[in-house]
């Protein structure tokens, strides 16, 4: 993308009802724009990531087995009197009336729904185990929408959930998404830890949340800094293998790691003193078993394989894939801006042109852009005629990883300049090895 032809409406000032960095940033940026309170467009960059967040869940979640849906935003309240949620929400739940006079809402969350699809079209043990997801955009009336999309009332979740013929397989799914989501949150360079959670209004017995450390996170923390260090890393997971997976969660899951909602300062005591921490996280993700709990009360059931009639085993699973934006950004920045992990970027790499006009740099520029698409990559060209230090403030603000500037006086030598956004090194190289060096780099993200 050219940047002259492109819309990346950058801010110079900090808006003031920015709080925190990750919304200071997506606001200057152009990432964002506020068009109700927790109600946001997102302009063409900001788009970007969401896409590419988007992606990488979807990925890991079919490698897991899952399999993509798209349920809609509005829901008849019908489905959710039957399971008693209509008047148990409250006003978390944005409800409509249509012109027959007939109750909707924007749904919250799908376990309604799913269970009522799922009810229509499976009656046997054998179409099971079965998981369904979709991501797709939620509304919940927050009382205080705030911190831009990392507490919105619009926002966009990954919503996935599973059936299982007994507890055990549902224990199996459990563990499936335990696994899918760490994955996918080290994709997309983030340490993300599985906390144990208290279950609140959907229910259930076996609940943990994904937490992003961060000084700006809602949640209070207490844990063993042991596990932040712990990484899946490229091993292969076998899904099907429920021992294997269980014991990759027994990994992530052993070394205390809690919420304020389930803390026992007790059992915490008993973690060595060095590593004692207590911090504050965002919740990025979610994963539930409930057991019957939709099951039973909407009549979603099964027949086992010895003829018997069982409500089937469910359990829920989401990831925060807007708010992901934010506390990535809350993970990953420096004073000058954001720095986005190489998983999640929106364009793989930053072209400036010291000298726009200049036929040799300018040249050089369009080869260096057509190289970079040639191998499959997406380079933000600044081909504007701003000054050189204008450009570099507006490529360190958006965060891009790798930059590489061109300018006649490095042409001379037949080298242009590449440039780390997270450390700040650069090194010479001529243009075809700079895009090399960037392939490479990529390659090891795929
Ligand atoms: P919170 O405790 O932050 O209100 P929740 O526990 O009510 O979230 P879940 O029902 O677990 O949310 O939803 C799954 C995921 O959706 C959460 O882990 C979070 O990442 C994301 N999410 C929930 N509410 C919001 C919101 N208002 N804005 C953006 N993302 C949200
Ligand atoms: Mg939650």
């Given amino acids: 993308m050219r940047l002259s032809r492109y819309f990346l409406p950058v801010l110079k000032e900090n808006p003031a009802e920015a709080q925190i960095v990750s919304h200071r940033y997506m606001l200057r940026a152009g990432m964002i724009k506020q068009q109700a309170a927790g109600i946001y467009s997102w302009l063409p960059l900001g788009y970007r990531v969401l896409k590419r967040i988007e992606q990488i869940v979807h990925e890991e979640q079919v490698r897991a087995g899952h399999i993509p849906l798209l349920m809609p935003t509005l829901q008849p309240a019908d489905l959710w009197r039957e399971s008693g949620r209509y008047d148990d929400y409250g006003q978390e739940m944005l409800r409509i009336r249509d012109r027959h006079e007939r109750d909707m809402l924007y749904g919250p969350t799908n376990e309604e729904m799913i269970t009522d699809i799922f009810r229509a079209h499976v009656g046997s043990y054998k ?8 991501i797709q955009w939620k509304f919940r009336d927050e ?19 599973n059936f299982d013929v007994d507890r055990d397989s549902a224990l199996h799914a459990y563990n499936r998404h ?11 360079g ?30 209070e923390v207490f844990y063993d800094d042991r596990v932040t260090a712990l990484k899946l890393g490229s091993r292969d997971i076998d899904y099907d293998d429920r021992d294997g997976v269980a014991k990759v969660c027994e990994e992530f899951t052993t070394l205390y790691a809690r919420t304020d909602e389930t803390h026992d300062a007790a059992v915490f005591d008993g973690v060595p003193e060095a590593h004692r921490k207590v911090g504050r996280g965002i919740e990025v993700g979610q994963i539930f078993y409930f057991g019957t709990k939709y099951s039973e009360s909407m009549g979603a059931t099964v027949v086992t394989n010895d003829g018997s009639r069982v409500p089937v085993e469910m359990g829920s699973h989401g990831i925060g894939v807007s708010r992901l934006l934010g506390a990535i950004i809350e993970a990953s920045h420096d004073d000058k801006g954001i720095i986005w992990p190489e998983g999640v970027t929106p364009f793989h790499v930053g072209i400036v042109n010291l000298k726009q006009g200049d036929a040799e740099a300018d040249a050089a520029c369009n080869a260096i852009y057509k190289l970079v698409a040639a191998l499959g990559l ?18 360190d603000l958006i965060g891009l990883p790798w930059r590489i500037t061109v300018g006649p006086r490095g042409l001379k030598n037949g080298v242009v300049e590449l440039t780390s956004r997270r450390t700040g090194e650069s090194v010479e190289l001529p243009p ?7 392939a490479e780099i990529y390659a090891a993200h795929r």
């Fill in 378 to 395: 997406e380079a933000l060209y600044d081909d504007t005629e701003a000054r050189a230090g204008e450009k570099f403030a507006k490529m």
């Fill in 127 to 134: 179409d099971l185990p079965l998981t369904l997801y979709h």
């Fill in 190 to 219: 983030l340490t993300a830890i599985p906390m144990r959670a208290a279950s609140g209004p959907i229910g259930g017995d076996n609940t943990h949340e994904f937490l992003v450390l961060a000084s700006t996170g809602e949640s």
């Fill in 432 to 438: 075809e090895e700079a895009v090399a060096k960037i």
């Fill in 178 to 188: 335990m696994v899918s989501y760490l994955r996918s949150y080290e994709r997309m």
């Fill in 143 to 161: 009382v205080r929408p705030r911190f831009g999309v990392m507490r919105g009332r619009e926002f966009l979740m990954k919503d996935g959930y």
